[in-house]
């Protein structure tokens, strides 16, 4: 995948161009980069704006390199996200989202610090001894039992956005679980603001048949005995990771 373009590559191109814009790859492996690629259609001017604009967000809203607990408290007091310790079949750390337990926050500051301070979190949790770049991960959203008062559009428009500006390629799969009526139309509204390389990873899980193929696409070791597997929800706060400085 590492293409040549006029005799470089355009990992090579790539790293000229992130520098011209004044910043730099230095500290960055290729897997990293690769990702910036992919999801500019491997047009390494179009990553490299990408790579910068990342990090200029990463500097401004994370200045310190993660996000402390101590910045969500209220989110993280609401337990409603949770990160397996047994990765999926495939490798991928895998968070899961109790929706019901979520009520739209007047505190939007805070909601976007969440939502990263999830997202740094499950990748960091399959990093063994030094992050790759490549590290991918999988979203649950479980919406059992869920009324209007759940319903947070906005903060679902602003996950999907950060995964697609801020950690491209780093979505494997997104399920969606237990779906009333009622929110089809609401998802349908939220669809208008993906990308459809984002929206081609996600599934609605409608029948029994499908739920058969998301436990087997998972792994029973990995799903909590609810979702037809054999291990525990543990809550995101209950997970020990080492962060990740970037």
């Given at each position: 995948?590492?293409?040549?373009?006029?005799?470089?590559?355009?990992?090579?191109?790539?790293?000229?161009?992130?520098?011209?814009?004044?910043?730099?790859?230095?500290?960055?492996?290729?897997?990293?980069?690769?990702?910036?690629?992919?999801?500019?259609?491997?047009?390494?001017?179009?990553?490299?704006?990408?790579?910068?604009?990342?990090?200029?967000?990463?500097?401004?809203?994370?200045?310190?390199?993660?996000?402390?607990?101590?910045?969500?408290?209220?989110?993280?007091?609401?337990?409603?996200?949770?990160?397996?310790?047994?990765?999926?079949?495939?490798?991928?750390?895998?968070l899961?989202?109790?929706?019901?337990?979520?009520?739209p926050?007047?505190?939007?500051?805070?909601?976007?610090?969440?939502?990263?301070?999830?997202?740094?979190?499950?990748?960091?949790?399959?990093?063994?001894?030094?992050?790759?770049?490549?590290?991918?991960?999988?979203?649950?959203?479980?919406?059992?039992?869920?009324?209007?008062?759940?319903?947070?559009?906005?903060?679902?428009?602003?996950?999907?956005?950060?995964?697609?500006?801020?950690?491209?390629?780093?979505?494997?799969?997104?399920?969606f679980?237990?779906m009333?009526?009622?929110?089809?139309s609401?998802?349908?509204?939220?669809?208008?603001?993906?990308?459809?390389?984002?929206?081609?990873?996600?599934?609605?899980?409608?029948?029994?048949?499908?739920?058969?193929?998301?436990?087997?696409?998972?792994?029973?070791?990995?799903?909590?005995?609810?979702?037809?597997?054999?291990?525990?929800?543990?809550?995101?706060?209950?997970?020990?990771?080492?962060?990740?400085?970037?």
């Amino acid at each position: 995948m590492d293409r040549i373009r006029n005799g470089e590559t355009v990992i090579t191109q790539m790293r000229k161009l992130v520098q011209n814009l004044g910043s730099s790859t230095e500290k960055y492996e290729e897997a990293t980069l690769m990702r910036f690629l992919i999801a500019r259609s491997m047009d390494p001017n179009k990553a490299a704006k990408m790579f910068v604009e990342w990090r200029k967000w990463r500097t401004a809203i994370v200045p310190g390199g993660f996000v402390n607990e101590s910045e969500v408290s209220d989110e993280l007091g609401a337990r409603k996200i949770y990160l397996q310790s047994q990765m999926s079949k495939d490798g991928y750390p895998v968070l899961i989202i109790k929706v019901n337990k979520h009520f739209p926050s007047k505190d939007q500051p805070q909601l976007k610090k969440f939502v990263i301070h999830a997202l740094d979190k499950a990748i960091a949790s399959s990093v063994k001894e030094r992050e790759i770049g490549n590290e991918k991960l999988i979203a649950i959203f479980d919406l059992q039992h869920i009324t209007y008062k759940n319903v947070d559009a906005r903060a679902l428009i602003t996950s999907f956005q950060f995964l697609q500006a801020y950690y491209p390629e780093r979505l494997a799969k997104c399920y969606f679980l237990h779906m009333p009526s009622f929110f089809v139309s609401i998802w349908k509204m939220v669809s208008y603001f993906i990308e459809k390389a984002t929206l081609d990873k996600v599934v609605i899980i409608s029948n029994e048949d499908a739920m058969k193929e998301f436990v087997r696409e998972v792994g029973e070791d990995t799903l909590p005995k609810e979702y037809g597997g054999q291990a525990e929800l543990i809550a995101i706060q209950d997970v020990v990771v080492t962060q990740l400085h970037n």
